[in-house]
């Protein structure tokens, strides 16, 4: 049947879809819009599935507190190119998943995806995007943060951001601190706050990597142990956020630097979240 180029813009209207994509959809459907519509997203997620094994390196982390700075959500919108990810309709649709995992905050990102977005669910939305662009996209992180102050960044390019927690603030303005803070950890990438955060497993295998080198050097095998553990306390100090040397002065450490900002005031959490 024919099929007017009126119809093929409403229906591009309705779903953002091209408008060659939409003409050949109506024309499957005999005209029917709910079919069109149907026959799109099915294209999307056969454009989904078919480019599922593609990585996706480049696209947007986005931060979002609360008024009051005590809850924060980090999530990031990944794509395969960096043309998609200045791409206006991604762009969109990062801010709101951004918008809805602040205002949902789902557990996971499988609980986001699940989300009801109007007539259909986030991650369906996704899919219908992912057939318009012809790029794979995802969620690919998804972290929430809450504290006394919690403050986010986001790093120049917008491929790495951070929401840091401090607590006993004491009333203290604390953005310019929080900041500081943020930025040693999109730098130095900590793997927790102190050492009684670190995972045991990482604990286990540092010592165990401190006492192979230790008897690759020819140590006595009754100092191996001792000697393990010393090149374990030199981890902790070199990958733990509050006794790492602050990158803007290293004469201190971070837990230096912020109780000489405000006496006990220390990180009582973060996320960190990078794309690429």
């Known amino acids: 049947m024919a099929i007017s180029a009126q119809e ?20 499957e459907a005999d005209g029917d819009f709910d079919k069109a519509i149907e026959i799109l997203r099915k294209k999307g997620q056969k454009v989904s599935a078919s480019r599922a094994d593609r990585e996706t390196t480049e696209g947007v982390v986005l931060a ?4 009051d700075g005590t809850e924060g959500v980090l999530i990031a919108f990944t794509c395969e190119t960096d043309f998609v990810a200045k791409n206006e309709d991604f762009v969109s649709m990062g801010n709101k998943v951004l918008d809805i995992a602040f205002n949902e905050k789902p557990g996971t990102v499988e609980d986001l995806k699940a989300i009801k977005s109007g007539e259909t669910t986030l991650g369906e939305e996704i899919t219908e995007l992912i057939g318009k662009i012809g790029e794979k ?39 310019a601190p929080a900041k500081d803070v943020a930025m040693q950890i999109a730098a130095m990438n900590p793997v927790a706050v102190d050492k009684d955060g670190v995972d045991p497993t990482i604990v286990e295998k540092e010592i165990e990597i401190g006492k192979e080198q230790a008897r690759q050097e020819g140590k006595p095998e009754n100092i191996i142990e001792k000697i393990a553990m010393g090149k374990l306390q030199k981890f902790y100090k070199e990958n733990t956020l509050l006794s790492q040397a602050f990158v803007k002065d290293n004469s201190q450490s971070i837990s230096q630097y912020l109780d000489g900002v405000q006496k006990g005031m220390t990180v009582e959490a973060f996320k960190r979240v990078s794309i690429g």
């Open 137 to 175: 996209l995802d969620i690919s992180a998804y972290q929430i943060l809450s504290g006394e102050a919690v403050v986010p960044y986001i790093h120049a390019g917008s491929k790495l951001g951070v929401l840091v927690a401090l607590k006993n603030t004491d009333g203290t303005d604390v953005a």
């Open 8 to 27: 093929v813009n409403k229906l591009r209207q309705q779903t953002g879809a091209g408008m060659m994509d939409c003409k050949k959809a109506l024309v």
């Open 64 to 67: 979002k507190t609360n008024e």
